[in-house]
């Protein structure tokens, strides 16, 4: 790694590291420590079922809109985008406007509704005037798989980031992250619950926008607080030239990779109302007015860190270099990290690289309740038990399934090492637009809507998604750069889809399936549509809620 390390604007040590591996292993083992103390000292409280799905509903709509922050913002919007705007420039900073704007559809459109309609799943908003079980089974089957792609992105920075950091230069190394990763995330969830993921996830929200924000101030004090200055020095240091400041240096190539950018933005936009792990969220709320603070806060926050993001990235640029940062371990996922090197030496990159680990961890350990809590309330209790079993049993049965999770998290890690996490979350959002908005939306609006619709969509717009993806240009077939590959799987070639995200494809078909499945079926149930309605709009009968 010596052209590496001699490819940085001033020296770096010369190895596969950057910074003092001992104290980076220290910085990470108190955040570690910190915050799995926070979780075992909530642990006692989680004495039912709403204590270890739903925290006992008993956070502030500030203290979960900060905790939906640290949900949201994952190692994809730390390592992934400032990476890739550092390497793409402005065709990197669309993601952020995408993670952005979608929040607006999620709290125009769902969190208050769904707050009191639901009870701890998505599923119990699907279901509510339809048939329970293959409605469930079909919700709970979809969420395994959004948070399977999801999980993916995490365990791929947690395994770039570490490598980095630690000096972990052999992909035998970078598994063996992975692994311990994952422990962890199994650890938090089976200990914590959802109350203690959510302190976690507030902690580490508070922390990485923290830290956001003094990266950005120094980024910008080496040029007189002037952005303008700034992106002008990251044109003079690229490679590209003022290409970096312009739209199409990653999508407007061609003709494909512009469609590309229009299924990109889909998926972004529409995403994050379909994303089970914030869904949950909102049931962690007394209130429907609880939940739409939990919106408002969550939007300011992210909305505050996206824009830090682009002077983070540009600063990358800037001073690191995207020779560099592609030459580095985690490639992309890099660029922050070796920001951090930059401007404050060992000290501040071991806290910013000990928070983004922490960011990690909160996000892999949301992730993995969520599919647990789907598995045990929805599949376990639901269709198994026919709603027999009691909170003890689900609990239980979500514990298990929470080691299982976590272990398919590994593997697929392991597999997604070298994969830029900001283009693996855009998957997870691709899967939840095509699968799970289609029928939230149909299920909260249109009275019509009945449950061989809600099944045609849920499976037709999942089946779509994961099936384009399968067989896309991420998974095989891209270009050798540097004799490797970009694609998940190397040396082969089985893709027929032209585009990286299948959105454009299977957004449209997932809204279309669920109409045709409707209008094909005799079946309609208006007196429960409008206990469904009066109850979303006005919140009476909610679960856990209080009333005003």
Do not use: C
């Not at 910190?34 to 000292?41: E, S």
């Not at 993601?95 to 709290?107: K, N, R, T």
């Not at 089974?137 to 770039?160: D, E, H, N």
């Not at 960011?359 to 647990?372: D, K, P």
């Amino acid at each position: 790694m010596t052209s590496y390390a001699a490819s940085l604007p001033t020296a770096l040590p010369t190895a596969t590291t950057v910074g003092n591996p001992t104290l980076n292993i220290a910085i990470f083992g108190v955040f570690v420590l910190i915050t799995l103390a926070i979780v075992i000292r909530v642990s006692t409280q989680n004495k039912t079922a709403a204590d270890y799905y739903a925290g006992g509903r008993a956070f502030s709509g500030r203290q979960n809109g900060i905790a939906i922050a640290g949900d949201y913002l994952s190692a994809a919007s730390f390592l992934g985008i400032a990476g890739a705007i550092a390497v793409n420039g402005y065709d990197g900073f669309l993601y952020s406007i995408g993670f952005l704007v979608a929040w607006l559809v999620a709290l125009l459109l769902v969190a208050e509704l769904l707050r009191n309609v639901g009870k701890y799943t998505m599923a119990d908003v699907l279901s509510f005037r339809l048939r329970q079980r293959p409605v469930r089974m079909a919700a709970a089957v979809s969420t395994l798989a959004v948070s399977f792609f999801y999980l993916l992105a995490q365990m791929a920075g947690a395994g770039g980031l570490v490598a980095l950091l630690l000096g972990v230069s052999s992909v035998n190394g970078q598994r063996l992250v992975v692994a311990l990763v994952g422990i962890l995330m199994i650890v938090y969830v089976l200990v914590g619950g959802m109350k203690g993921t959510t302190y976690v996830q507030i902690i580490k929200a508070t922390l990485l926008i923290i830290g956001a924000a003094i990266m950005t101030v120094l980024v910008l004090a080496k040029v007189g607080v002037n952005l303008s200055s700034l992106l002008g020095h990251a044109a003079d240091a690229s490679a590209k030239g003022d290409a970096v400041l312009s739209p199409g240096l990653q999508y407007g190539k061609t003709s494909t990779t512009k469609i590309d950018f229009i299924s990109l933005s889909l998926a972004l936009v529409l995403g994050t109302a379909g994303l089970p792990h914030v869904l949950m969220r909102f049931y962690t709320v007394p209130s429907a007015k609880e939940a739409r603070r939990s919106g408002v806060w969550a939007i300011w926050l992210i909305g505050i860190f996206y824009l830090f993001t682009l002077v983070l990235g540009y600063g990358a640029a800037w001073l690191v270099g995207a020779k560099a940062i592609n030459a580095a371990p985690g490639k992309a996922n890099s660029a922050a990290p070796l920001l951090a090197y930059k401007l404050g030496g060992e000290v501040f990159l071991g806290i910013i690289s000990g928070v983004a680990f922490a960011t990690i961890l909160a996000v892999v350990a949301g992730l993995t309740i969520t599919a647990s809590a789907s598995l045990s309330h929805d599949v376990y209790n639901s269709v198994v038990k026919r709603g027999t079993a009691t909170p003890a049993q689900e609990v239980k049965v979500a514990r298990i399934t929470a080691i299982v999770i976590g272990v398919v998290a590994i593997i697929g890690g392991i597999f997604a090492l070298g994969q830029n996490i900001a283009f693996l979350v855009a998957l997870a959002f691709a899967v939840a637009a095509s699968a799970n908005l289609p029928t939230i939306l149909y299920s909260l609006f249109w009275r019509r809507f009945n449950t061989r619709g809600a099944l045609w969509s849920i499976y037709g717009g999942l089946v779509s998604a994961v099936t384009l993806i399968a067989f896309s240009p991420v998974v095989s077939g891209k270009p050798k750069i540097d004799g490797k590959s970009a694609s998940m799987f190397q040396n082969v070639d089985f893709h027929w889809f032209p585009l990286d995200n299948p959105g454009i494809i299977s957004i449209p078909l997932g809204f279309f399936l669920g109409w045709l499945g409707t209008v094909t079926s005799r079946e309609l149930n208006p007196a429960k549509y409008a206990e469904m309605e009066v109850r979303s709009l006005t919140g009476h009968g909610a679960e856990g809620a209080v009333q005003h």
